[in-house]
């Protein structure tokens, strides 16, 4: 079963570092493109970062210079580290195969960044 | 940037009737476009991709179409689990980057 699971959410405080892991099973991640989408509280979902099966990593302009995709194909797992914290940074942030269209999606991981 | 803008906001309709979903790109996106279905508490769910083709699993009365700037999504008769949030979805090569649109509320009438 091709399945992805998100692990690493949680409260921090602004200015804070976070890293967000996403563990594959049923594919490989190296193989793939993978992204990652959050979505702020009642809000709608937002595209943050890509990395290709080749290695090329690009980012939402407001994530950019802050956030830093990558994988560790030995684990088979997509992470995404987030430096700067701010409050607008605030989601669910869910990991998804990138096929290239998003399917499957991970459960998600909540990110408060907070005081 | 592309931008999505569906339509509209929120549809209120009841089982067993029709319901027809916008997405209109601020330029043309080709056949580039999908369809997602989020339900409250879980992850969105890919329904349509390349406009008007169906993922796996996706029931039948749920159907895409259009391309270049207008696309619809049509479900042809409400089942109560159809009641979420549906969003679309394209993806532009360069730079990458891909953007959703704001998303169309499916209630219960």
């Known amino acids: 079963e091709v399945q992805l699971v998100e692990t690493g959410g949680g409260l921090i405080q602004p200015g804070g570092s976070l890293r967000l892991s996403c563990a594959a099973s049923g594919f490989t991640v190296s193989s793939n493109y993978m992204s990652w989408v959050r979505q702020a509280p009642g809000k709608g979902l937002e595209w943050v970062s890509v990395i290709y099966s080749g290695g090329s990593t690009y980012y939402a302009d407001s994530v950019k210079g802050r956030f830093t995709i990558s994988r560790d194909n030995s684990k088979n797992t997509l992470y995404l580290q987030m430096n700067s914290l701010r409050a607008e940074d605030t989601a669910v942030y869910y990991c998804?195969?990138?096929?290239?269209?998003?399917?499957?999606w991970g459960q998600g991981t909540l990110v408060t960044v907070s005081s | 940037e592309i931008v999505l803008t569906q339509s509209p906001a929120t549809l209120s309709l009841s089982p067993g009737e029709r319901a027809t979903l916008s997405c209109r790109a601020s330029?043309?996106?080709?056949?580039?476009l999908a369809w997602y279905q989020q339900k409250p508490g879980q992850a969105p769910r890919l329904l349509i991709y390349d406009a008007s083709n169906r993922a796996t699993g996706i029931p039948a009365r749920f159907s895409g179409s259009g391309s270049g700037t207008d696309f619809t999504l049509t479900i042809s008769s409400l089942e109560p689990e159809d009641f979420a949030v549906y969003y679309c979805q394209q993806r532009s090569n360069w730079p990458p980057s891909v953007t959703f649109g704001q998303g169309t509320r499916l209630e219960i009438k």
């Open positions: 330029q043309s996106v080709s056949s580039y």
């Open positions: 998804a195969r990138d096929a290239p269209w998003f399917d499957p």
